[in-house]
């Protein structure tokens, strides 16, 4: 398997058949208190990007996180992913290049819940990208290629 390093550990990137079973992939609970699904390394830039996006406390040398919410699906099997695929072949990934089954993409906001500006800075100073035309809410870990 290949491994592919970013800041925050060693990853497993998306290439070939859909894979949703990676070792490092592991439930955490962010600010918020929600559980996550994702590979190790895009947790630990989950929970730094909303330490970057909480506030400096005066009387503490230290950032108190502000959670960034998610309102989709972190990691989904490979099985949901062709389900929802076969549903609508335009609006979701082919199962084999579905970040979500690899467990490096969050849905974070729709359109009721809008993203800060600044949590938005915060996930992409922690290596996470807004790059699915179309769909302002998904993000991504660590882009590659």
């Not at 062709?82 to 335009?90: C, E, K, M, V």
Request: charged content about 25%; overall charge positive; some cysteine.
């Amino acid at each position: 398997m290949t491994r592919v390093k970013t800041p925050f550990g060693d990853i497993f990137p998306t290439e070939g058949d859909c894979k949703d079973d990676y070792p490092n992939i592991s439930t955490f609970h962010n600010a918020a208190g929600q559980i996550m699904k994702l590979q190790e390394p895009a947790q630990r830039a989950w929970l730094a990007a909303e330490l970057l996006n909480g506030r400096k406390l005066p009387w503490k040398k230290k950032r108190k996180p502000k959670a960034i919410t998610i309102t989709g699906e972190g990691w989904r099997s490979c099985s949901s992913q062709t389900a929802l695929w076969q549903s609508d072949t335009h609006r979701f990934a082919y199962p084999g290049s579905s970040r979500h089954c690899r467990g490096l993409a969050v849905d974070c906001y729709n359109t009721s819940t809008n993203l800060t500006r600044r949590a938005k800075r915060s996930l992409e100073a922690c290596d996470w990208h807004f790059s699915v035309p179309g769909e302002p809410w998904h993000v991504s870990f660590h882009e590659v290629g």
